[in-house]
């Protein structure tokens, strides 16, 4: 049953990130206003900061999570479907804010599959996960720049869409181990939220998607569009980012039980810091490739760790709700990274913006990932 778990999650990755390598240059043909394109694309980490926390807390309210994943899985496939076929762009906002809403489905998800695991695999079944959703953003990015080619922009959100009501319809099926109900207190939340434990791998992870967001997913595209490169060139982009970060996930927990998490996180950050910054003045698509190689090997080692190290220590029946708390802080890096990054762009230039972020993403996350637990 875990292999058909893991190919729900590979649908579900794969229907959110089908048609994202050219979501911006689909975005730029509904307005020219670049504040206005990073304020669409940052709609999808505001809506999962809003909602993912309140997700969870009902998840563990209810002691179950599969009627929430599958119903979430369903909304999936209506944002793709509202986004691809919007003919303004405040009708794209709005569908990119109801993706936003859809991908809580996460957060039921992780905790779905790490129930089948003991307490002490919790960071290698998030790892594993981490693992098949990169492979499903692989296939899918791959995929992009020939969609387009064969039917336009709209075919590969009206596969979203399909690859999502499919991935529903598996998890429909697979049985679930249900917990005792937790209710939910106030009480109970501001100890989760007090926890460093908690808390700072939450908000590293926040710093690691803000950096992502505003490269990988926002204005890297962008400016390999300035070197003349092709949908299927820019859909390869970031096909090859995300298997070079499928290679940093699979070796995160290998590295970081050898030399402990805090090193491999100040690492991640170094690389994904360093790689904006050599974004901002790459004078080549070949050196864009290489930049973004260096972004996507951040983020692929910081994510599982941070992820784990978020839930390691919390009993099973507040699992999801810390869960929700971990995704909710992380996803104001998801809204920060598109957002700030157009405002800044609009407001001087790219290559400067590309500046600003990444110095913030080296100066505060080498110095908070400091601050971590040093215990291996």
């Keep these: 049953m875990n292999t058909l778990f893991l190919v729900v999650v590979f649908l579900y990755w794969s229907a959110l990130y089908l048609y994202v390598p050219t979501l911006p240059l689909y975005l730029q043909t509904k307005t020219s206003d670049l504040a206005l394109i990073g304020t669409a694309l940052s709609m999808y980490g505001l809506w999962q900061l ?8 009902l998840a563990d309210w209810a002691g179950r999570r599969k009627p929430f994943a599958t119903l979430w899985l369903l909304l999936v496939a209506a944002g793709a479907l509202t986004l691809g076929h919007a003919p303004t762009i405040q009708t794209a906002i709005l569908g990119r804010a109801l993706v936003g809403v859809s991908a809580g489905t996460w957060v039921p998800l992780v905790v779905l599959f790490s129930n089948r695991f003991s307490a002490g695999e919790v960071v290698r079944a998030t790892g594993i996960l981490a693992m098949t959703a990169t492979a499903g953003r692989i296939a899918a990015t791959a995929a992009n720049g020939w969609l387009n080619e064969l039917g336009g922009y709209p075919l590969a959100f009206n596969l979203a869409a399909a690859a999502a009501v499919f991935a529903a319809v598996l998890l429909f099926f ?7 109900p937790h209710k939910p207190s106030l009480n109970a939340l501001k100890r989760l939220a007090s926890r460093r434990e908690v808390m700072l791998p939450s908000l590293l992870q926040a ?3 803000t950096a992502d967001f505003a490269a990988t997913f926002t204005f890297i595209p962008i400016l390999a569009r300035q070197k003349e490169a092709s949908d299927v060139v820019i859909s390869t982009l970031l096909s090859l980012n995300l298997l070079i970060g499928l290679a940093g996930n699979s070796l995160a927990a290998v590295l970081a039980q050898r030399f ?3 090193p491999m996180i100040i690492l991640s950050f170094t ?6 910054l050599g974004a901002a003045w790459a004078p080549s698509l070949a050196l864009i490739f290489v930049f973004q190689f260096c972004v996507g090997l951040g983020f692929g080692i910081g994510y599982p ?3 784990g190290l978020s839930i390691n220590r919390v009993d099973a029946a507040e699992r999801t709700t810390a869960m929700g708390l971990h995704q909710s802080v992380y996803s104001l890096g998801m809204f920060l990274g598109p957002w700030l990054s157009g ?3 609009a ?3 790219i290559p400067l913006m590309f500046v600003i972020i990444g110095l913030l993403i080296l100066i505060m996350g080498i110095g908070a990932a400091a601050l971590l637990d040093h215990r291996r």
């Design 50 to 57: 809003i909602v993912r926390l309140p997700l969870g807390i």
């Design 174 to 180: 697979l049985p679930e181990a249900q917990t005792p």
């Design 207 to 209: 710093l690691t998607h």
């Design 260 to 262: 402990g998490h805090r």
């Design 271 to 276: 690389l994904l810091g360093g790689g904006m």
């Design 305 to 307: 760790l941070l992820m």
């Design 343 to 345: 405002v800044l762009a």
């Design 347 to 349: 407001a001087l230039n």
